[in-house]
């Protein structure tokens, strides 16, 4: 059994040994772990005397600390995890923080100054600390990890299988674990991690191309591990979450297997409807992979991606069953969902009284007063109260000297 004791501002630990006697053991396997963590996250041109001198210690200090003869204390350890852009709780444990929260967003481009820009993050943050708010609420302890997910997207299309973009977001939770959240009044789309916990939030548009290049977008940031260190993903891993997307919902072989210069109108309306892309995400596509194509499929890629959709509808049966289908996909794309693994969870520490019903009310979007939770039982508090009367009942002393203080003759 290990003991922590405080000396001079370092930490120890103390082993108790049946042969030792509770000697002090200055070198145990924790402590080196910790200083093996650290120099694994160290960079090159970082030197110990470097990071001894930020972090606050003496270079010999820092030396036996990362070879386990010395402890770290708090403070030092939180230097440490400052300079070399460690999670404070990872250096200690060697685990994930089931808690720790990192956020990436998808930037708008700002064609005016040239960089990608997310105006609305102020606005968002009030919905985005509803959502942690609620993981926080359901797993108390953290919320299970997610699989680690393939940093190849011809390996992610496999798994997640063929035209599975007609159920793109619940495929997603099905066959990758990652959770999807839509949301209305967001101002982008974000991608998150709780601990080990993949999360999309998505916010509802009818454009459900626009969606599915976003759910696509942000399942990059995940699989390639923009939410691995402190600062949140930026404008650097935009253009490689972009073409991680274009490679999911696009690969070339997909692509290259068309003949794009004898396709007309309805050809290309039936391409943009199994693969579940924009008129522009379909052009840029083609501009990438050199592929020249008709003047025909040149001109309905001008067109907005409804319209084109709808040229392959055919008579006036088709047409109908057609737009039916496109009215499907935007209300899909358009409505409010959370994950049923959230709401289940919610529901259950409700119903143990852990939480509030207000917290499960919000995640299903519902008045509280429709959520069943456990009343106060009267009759139990009643006996208590009674039991605590009769143990509080005053003595015959007691009464005696009240009757006195009042006056009144003790009979």
Known sequence: ???????????????????????????????????????????????????????????????????????????????????????????V???????????????????????????????????????VHAYNAAFPDGPPPSAPLSDDPADMGATLGGSFVRKFGSVVESRLGVDVIRLPMLSTDYSLTIGS?????????????????????????????????????????ELPADEFAAHLLLPEELVRQHDW???????????????????????????KLNIRYSTEVAVALKQSTPVAVRADAGDERGTFERR??????????????????????????VEDGAVSPEDLAWVLDVSVDEIDFPEPD???????????AFENRPSHADLEAWLAANGKPAR
């Open 197 to 237: 916990r993949a999360i999309i939030l998505l916010a509802t548009t009818p454009n459900w191309f626009r969606s599915n290049w976003s759910l696509a977008h942000e399942l990059a940031h995940l699989a390639l591990g923009h939410h691995g260190g402190d600062q949140a993903p930026g404008e650097a891993e």
């Open 93 to 131: 444990t060697g685990a994930v923080d089931p808690r720790r929260v990192r956020i990436a967003a998808r930037h708008a481009w700002d064609s005016d100054r040239g960089v990608r820009v997310n105006p609305g993050r102020a606005h968002d943050e009030e919905l985005l600390g509803h959502v």
């Open 1 to 91: 059994m290990a003991a922590i004791v405080a000396r001079e501002n370092l930490t120890y630990k103390r082993w108790d040994f049946p042969n030792c006697a509770g000697r002090i053991v200055n070198m145990d396997e924790d402590l080196r772990a910790v200083g093996e963590r650290i120099r694994s996250l160290m960079p090159g041109e970082l030197s110990q005397r470097s990071l001894a001198e930020r972090a606050g210690m003496k270079p010999d200090a820092l030396s036996r600390a990362l070879n386990g003869q010395r402890g770290f204390s708090s403070q030092e350890l939180a230097h440490i995890a400052d300079v070399i852009g460690a999670d404070l709780h990872w250096l």
């Open 261 to 287: 210069q004898a396709m007309g109108e309805q050809g290309l309306a039936r391409f943009l409807w199994e693969t579940g892309v924009s008129t522009i995400a379909a052009k840029n596509r083609l501009a």
């Open 324 to 349: 039916r289908a496109i009215i499907l996909r935007q209300q899909e794309s358009s409505t409010r969902a959370m994950p049923p693994i959230l709401a289940e969870a919610l529901q259950r520490r």
């Open 378 to 388: 009267d009759s139990a508090a009643m006996a208590q109260a009674y039991r605590q």
